[in-house]
C-alpha cells in the first residue's frame, strides 16, 4: 500500500511530463506549418511576380520601377497621418502610366474580394497614374480597373459654383431691366411733348 502511494507523484509527473511534451510538439508543428506557407507563398508571388513582367511586356507595358513608393496623408482632424504604400510595377504604355498589382491564388485576383477592390482603389488616389492594372499571374491576364468615383457633394446644400451663377444672371437680368425702363421712360416723354406743343 505504502509502495502505490509513493508512486502516485511519479506517476502524476509522469503525465504532466507526456502533456508538456505533447504540447510543446503541437506548437512547434503548428509553427512550422506557418512558416512552410509563408514560405511556398512567398514563392507563389515571386514566381507570379516574374510571370507577370512578361505578361505585361507582352501587351507593350514598359516597366518603369519594381516595389515604388508612395506617401499617402490622411488627416484626422488636427492630426495628420503618413502612410507609404508599396505597389507592385509601374508601368507606362502609349503615354500613359499605370500601377500594376500582381495578385495569385484564387480569391485574390478578382475584385469580389474586398482587400484587392481597397488596395486598388488605395493606389489610384495616392500614386499620380492614369489607371490601375490588376495582373492575375496564374491565370495569365492583365486588366485595366477603372472606378466611377461620384462627384463630391456640395457642403451646405448650394454649390459655390451655382451660387455664382444665380448671382451674375441676377446682376445681367437687373441691368436688362433697368434699361428697358430707362427707354420705356424716354419714350413717354417724347410721346408727351409734341401733344402739349399741339395744344398750346
Do not use: N
Not at 502511494?5 to 506549418?33: E, F
Not at 507595358?61 to 519594381?66: G, H, I, K, L
Not at 499605370?98 to 474580394?113: F, I, M, N, R, W
Amino acid at each position: 500500500m505504502e509502495a502505490r502511494v509513493h508512486a502516485i507523484p511519479w506517476a502524476v509527473a509522469a503525465i504532466v511530463t507526456i502533456v508538456a511534451l505533447v504540447q510543446t510538439l503541437r506548437l512547434k508543428l503548428r509553427a512550422w506549418s506557418v512558416s512552410r506557407r509563408l514560405r511556398l507563398q512567398t514563392g507563389r508571388a515571386q514566381a507570379g511576380e516574374a510571370r507577370a513582367v512578361a505578361l505585361l511586356a507582352r501587351r507593350g507595358f514598359t516597366v518603369t520601377a519594381s516595389q515604388p513608393t508612395e506617401q499617402w496623408m490622411v488627416q484626422r482632424g488636427e492630426q495628420a497621418h503618413a502612410f507609404t504604400l508599396r505597389a507592385d510595377y509601374l508601368v507606362e504604355r502609349g503615354g500613359l502610366r499605370y500601377v500594376a498589382e500582381v495578385k495569385t491564388g484564387q480569391d485574390a485576383p478578382s475584385l469580389a474580394a474586398r482587400a484587392t477592390r481597397r488596395q486598388l482603389l488605395e493606389y489610384y488616389c495616392a500614386f499620380a497614374v492614369d489607371g490601375v492594372l490588376l495582373v492575375d499571374a496564374d491565370a495569365g491576364t492583365v486588366d485595366e480597373v477603372s472606378f466611377q468615383l461620384p462627384a463630391a457633394r456640395p457642403r451646405g446644400g448650394t454649390s459655390s459654383s451655382l451660387a455664382l451663377t444665380i448671382f451674375v444672371t441676377g446682376l445681367v437680368l437687373g441691368a436688362f431691366a433697368t434699361v428697358a425702363v430707362q427707354r420705356f421712360a424716354r419714350s413717354g416723354r417724347a410721346t408727351a411733348a409734341p401733344a402739349h406743343a399741339r395744344r398750346d
